[in-house]
């Protein structure tokens, strides 16, 4: 059918540009206002500092997926809400995980905890304005969301899959937060990644995309399919980069998961596998603040000896395969099937 | 012209109708998907709790004011949208002053740092959790906001009075909590007043009722007028019952407000008018986590003595007078002006 491949890149820049009008907008209201531009400002650099814009990206290309070729605007306005939602997403989350650090720079709580200088209140009203500006992410997000021009049928349904996405990210955060599950329960850990994760990397921009082109139930149901194994195959990469970065170095091996005592597949796995001694070990060594590289490097150790390391890289390969045999199957127009197919490499391969 | 009087009884019965459905419909589909129910649970405790539901009735008034007949099941939907978007609102302040109790129970976050039990975590984690229950509750008014049954037009005036709203409240609150103004600035206090309360107290909930019966400027202008002072005037009364309580003794002094270091309109006053022995004291005393009767009882009497507090209900009264001129010189409907004229008695004497 079509020969032109999607220009994931010029798309990039598209959203971007959609962001960065928007967000103009906003801080040319807040001026006028009296209010603090500083909040747009600080949304403007958490979105600056990078991110791969999968979810943008992958909006648009469930858009040509569906046979999108009109309401360019629209689709580049719902995908550059999304871009606002994952922004108000980490910010809450770091806060809730007191991260120091997101995309290279310190937290948006750090920043603004510093900005208060030493004061015995900073750092609950550091937390205070990020949540805040977290907030507002969020407002922003679906005020783009629902300024898009769609007819009301698109609308509705487009409001709808957003509307879940947001339920099913925070019921999977609250989950993740609040849970009392076993640490060694892996399903557990993969209910909370498909909830808090998987859903929302892939099958919800997906069919946020074609909902835009006006999809039926049959693509919606595909991206369904698709999106389940490849966000969770995304998410388990992510906790695995995580513990022990990435073979080509590009990202380093860190202590954030482990002194977060984060319940991922991973340490589920490995919990599962070890000895009774190993297990006291892990649980004596994750979840500590003061984890350190030496305890850190027995942790890696022990999810290697167990097997677990190489186990979790196999349940990422079997949801990349599952994803190759869902494309295959389906009737996608080439040039989409094509771009899902580079960035579901993109997605389990690695990351930045 | 109408002779009948609007039933604010029975409003406020019909909007807790439209939030019983729409939590109940909530929880049906989380306990489908396998999702957390406690939390719909949590914010239907919340609203249970008690309230005045002051915005829901502005909003019903603001409509009957515009000559609202039809659309009575839009309009209800909106007003119930303010009270789950207040919910949101006082739940994350909650967590941000880490107050105790709200409507005289264990704050969202409190109660869920208790159901966690014992653990140094205990304390981040529930705060977490009350952060994505407040979250819900904001992305549940935006939903039954957009779900609204409204034409393309009064859906998007509708939207951007919304969006102003929010966008005004969390700007309102990030001045509040990052802010670095005097502490006897009293222009600057008004102008936190102003952002965070006044306008989404009175004056938006109004205009967006007027909104669903497609008011014109006039009307919204009409509402911006008599919004303000009262919006004010109600933030300030709610700022005296903090320190001083109600003259019935329906409402206890407390300790709140001080123990926070509120910047309120009364402390900024008081400071402006106090000797600088006395500006000593209440600094001293205010803003401090283990202020007791006794230094609240002192702080009280500075307040008493600057006449700080005789100042305040100058304000109140006077913003309360402005309200019925503007009331008098404009032609809303009889039956929607005495209404209004009812809720300034409430908003500005009485709390709950």
Redesign the interface.
């Known amino acids: 059918m079509d020969v032109q491949e999607i220009d994931l890149g010029a798309v990039r820049e598209q959203v971007d540009a959609v962001l960065e009008d928007f967000l103009t907008s906003?801080a040319r209201?807040?001026a006028g206002r009296?209010?603090?531009i500083e909040?747009v400002n600080t949304v403007r650099d958490f979105l600056a500092a990078g991110g791969k814009r999968i979810r943008a990206l992958l909006c648009v290309v469930g858009w040509h997926a569906a046979g999108g070729s009109e309401d360019r605007a629209a689709v580049l306005r719902v995908a550059a809400s999304l871009e606002l939602f994952v922004a108000f997403a980490l910010i809450?989350d770091d806060?809730?995980d007191?991260s120091a650090t997101r995309r290279g720079r310190p937290a948006v709580h750090r920043t603004?905890r510093a900005?208060?200088g030493p004061s015995p209140r900073a750092e609950?009203?550091g937390?205070?304005?990020a949540?805040?500006?977290g907030?507002?992410a969020?407002?922003w997000a679906?005020?783009l969301l629902?300024?898009a021009a769609l007819s009301?049928q698109r609308r509705r349904t487009v409001?709808a899959l957003f509307?879940a996405m947001?339920?099913?990210v925070?019921?999977g955060?609250?989950?993740d937060?609040?849970g009392t599950g076993a640490d060694d329960d892996i399903d557990a850990a993969l209910?909370i990644v498909r909830?808090k994760t998987a859903t929302a990397t892939v099958e919800r921009p997906l069919q946020l995309g074609a909902a835009v082109a006006g999809a039926d139930d049959t693509t919606l149901g595909l991206f369904t399919e698709l999106g389940l194994p490849l966000g969770e195959a995304f998410q388990i990469r992510d906790d695995l980069l995580d513990v022990f970065g990435s073979a080509d170095g590009a990202c380093a091996p860190g202590l954030g998961d482990l002194r977060e005592g984060k319940h991922t597949v991973i340490l589920a796995r490995g919990l599962r596998a070890a000895s009774a001694a190993q297990q006291r070990r892990l649980r004596h060594l994750v979840g500590r603040d003061d984890l350190d590289e030496r305890g850190a490097g027995e942790v890696r150790a022990i999810l290697e000896e167990t097997g677990a390391r190489e186990h979790t890289e196999h349940m990422i390969t079997s949801r990349y395969e599952q994803v190759l045999r869902v494309l295959d199957a389906s009737a996608l127009p080439p040039a989409a099937s094509r771009a899902l197919h580079g960035l579901a490499v993109t997605a389990t391969q690695y990351t930045s």
């Open positions: 906003r209201v807040a009296g209010h603090p909040v809450h806060i809730m007191d603004l900005r208060l609950r009203l937390a205070g304005g949540l805040l500006v907030n507002l969020l407002i679906q005020e629902h300024t009301v409001h509307d947001l339920e099913e925070m019921y955060q609250y989950l937060v609040m209910q909830y």
